[in-house]
């Protein structure tokens, strides 16, 4: 089984819309919890981390589940420059494992 | 602040060629990463170092892979001899400590391997 496991998508949604998508981690000894951001034939930038409580940062909500060991993140009001991979990370013993990604394509 | 450096940018060799990756740190970080990410999935950690010393280089093929961080700055990667799996990007990154509890890692823009 993957360290951390991502519905591949893509989610293909018009502007304005919501989209939310799941990731699920195996180790439920997993310290820490992020979402990074991957533009096409970019690096990976951190979009946010992940709190216990769940946290926002502008349209941005990220929600963890440590009992059923996933994690969530919605986007709302899409905007096109939204379009990329969203990558689930999860840190163990110190080392971050990426899931393949979700793509999101946002269209006018 | 200048981000992570990597060169080259993009790289073709034939099978069983040897090739080497160059990567340059932001200034001041101690911990730096190698990571392979194949077309299609996440980056996969390659070797990661605490200033000149590994930390973690278990999932490194090291039949083929070799990587150093002389003088615990700059690092280079090599490979010998290349194999077709090795076609993917090769991202170096590096945070400022050792990954912790909200350790932020930044990624150089990657090296394109492409093994024909």
Known sequence: RKEVEQDPGPFNVPE???????????????????????????EPK???????????????????????????????DSKLSDSATYLCVVLNDYKLSFGAGTTVT??? | EAGVAQSPRYKIIEKRQSVA?????????????WYQQILGQGPKLLIQFQNNGVVDDS???????????LKGVDSTLKIQ?????DSAVYLCASSARSPGYQETQYFGPG??????
């Not at chain 1, 989209?19 to 992020?34: G, I, M």
């Not at chain 1, 981390?49 to 993140?73: C, H, K, M, P, W």
């Not at chain 2, 001899?81 to 799996?85: F, I, N, R, S, T």
Request: aromatic share 14%; proline share 3%.
């Open chain 2, 111 to 116: 090296t394109r391997l492409l093994v024909l």
């Open chain 2, 59 to 69: 999932q490194l093929p090291k039949d083929r892979f070799s990587a150093e961080r």
């Open chain 1, 16 to 42: 304005g819309a919501t989209v939310a998508f799941n990731c699920t981690y195996s180790n439920s000894a997993s310290q820490s919890f992020f979402w990074y951001r991957q533009d096409c034939r970019k």
């Open chain 2, 21 to 33: 990756f160059w990567c340059n740190p932001i200034s001041g970080h101690a911990t730096l990463y």
């Open chain 2, 81 to 85: 001899p290349a194999k077709l799996e």
């Open chain 1, 46 to 76: 951190l979009l946010m981390s992940v709190y216990s409580s769940g946290n926002e940062d502008g349209r941005f909500t990220a929600q963890l589940n440590r009992a059923s060991q996933y994690i969530s993140l919605l986007i709302r």
């Open chain 1, 106 to 108: 946002v269209r006018a």
